[in-house]
């Protein structure tokens, strides 16, 4: 079996490490947090490894996994170069989805590579139960990406080969859907409370629909999803909802008008005809000062 050292074994290096521990892919081998006992902690969770104190005290591995946060992943690798020297037949990569594998240059003749799982790991536990099935978009040496690409396989994945010049755009496309729908569904929230709908009730209500809406757009795509007033072309109910979040919750009209003007190209490839797309361009754009 391939060994594997882990230089921060957080959230995400932990949970890798114990599923691939499991897996009897990798051997995990030393394991260097900024902390001590968090090194030990995440052994314990992984099942296998050596708490170190520093960095320089890891044994050499075939496989290095620097996953510190993303601010670090530089510093790291060049503390790593300086304790591997020239050393040939091992690999190193991180798990950013915003970098590259270029960020790693200073560790050649190491193979290097990013692998980027499109997974929340924000609890370690439960990313173990509901990783499976997860894509991990791949970018790097080839001798690096196809042992990772075996890797990730034998843990369940799906493998998406990236170059390194378009990762930083494939990034924006996972923070879009993902991060952005969170804060859809907090000025969601606000708009329900300024309705006078408490917070509960109000995610009760939106929990079936929101996830609905989801499925829907992986099953029938976006063109196919959308539904409401600006798809009806319904410009009496579009001009009610802005006149009554600019007298009650004015910084929520600037998002409304904001994102429906997307949502108006987007309606535009379905049914909703030219006229009405002008019409609500006029309404939804934001009024001259
Ligand atoms: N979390 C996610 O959902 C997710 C998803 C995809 C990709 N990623 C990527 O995975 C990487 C790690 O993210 P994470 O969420 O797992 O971070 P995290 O939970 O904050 O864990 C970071 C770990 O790195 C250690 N660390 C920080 N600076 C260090 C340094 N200079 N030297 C050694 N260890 C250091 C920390 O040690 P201490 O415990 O001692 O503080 C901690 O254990 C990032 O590149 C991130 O972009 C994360």
Redesign the pocket.
């Given at each position: 079996m391939k060994t594997l050292n882990i230089?921060?074994?957080?959230?995400?290096?932990?949970?890798l490490g114990r599923l691939w521990q499991q897996a009897g892919f990798f051997q995990v081998q030393a394991i260097?947090?900024?902390?001590l006992?968090?090194?030990q902690?995440?052994a314990e969770f992984i099942g296998a490894g050596r708490a170190v104190a520093a960095?320089e005290l890891m044994k050499p591995a075939d496989f290095w996994l620097?996953?510190?946060?993303?601010s670090?992943?530089a510093?790291?690798a060049e503390?790593l170069a300086n304790h591997l020297g020239e050393r040939e037949n091992i690999a190193a990569f991180?798990?950013?989805?915003?970098?590259s594998s270029q960020v790693l240059e200073v560790l050649r003749p190491a193979a290097i590579a990013s692998a980027?799982?499109?997974?929340?790991?924000?609890d370690p536990l439960r990313s173990l139960d509901n990783f499976t099935g997860c894509s991990v978009a791949l970018e790097g040496e080839s001798s690096a990406t196809k042992a990772l690409a075996e890797a990730f396989t034998t843990i369940g994945c799906e493998i998406l080969n990236i170059e390194a010049q378009h990762k930083s755009l494939y990034h924006a496309g996972s923070v879009i859907a993902c991060n952005y729908l969170t804060v859809l569904i907090d000025l969601s929230l606000s708009s329900f409370a300024a309705a006078g709908i408490d917070r509960d009730s109000a995610l009760k209500l939106l929990e079936p629909i929101v996830l609905q809406t989801a499925q829907n757009n992986m099953a029938l795509g976006p063109e196919n999803s959308l539904t409401g007033p600006i798809a009806r072309g319904d410009l009496e109910t579009v001009a009610n909802q802005l006149k009554d979040l600019t007298s009650t919750a004015p910084e929520l009209a600037h998002h409304y008008r904001q994102l429906g003007l997307a949502c108006v190209e987007l309606a535009r490839r379905g049914q909703l005809s030219d006229e009405s797309a002008a019409k609500l361009i006029e309404l939804l754009s934001e009024p001259m000062r």
């Open positions: 230089i921060g074994a957080g959230r995400l290096g932990k949970t260097f947090n900024r902390s006992d968090s090194a902690a995440a960095l620097i996953a510190c946060s993303d670090e992943i510093a790291t503390r991180h798990c950013s989805g915003a970098l980027h799982p499109v997974h929340s790991f924000a």
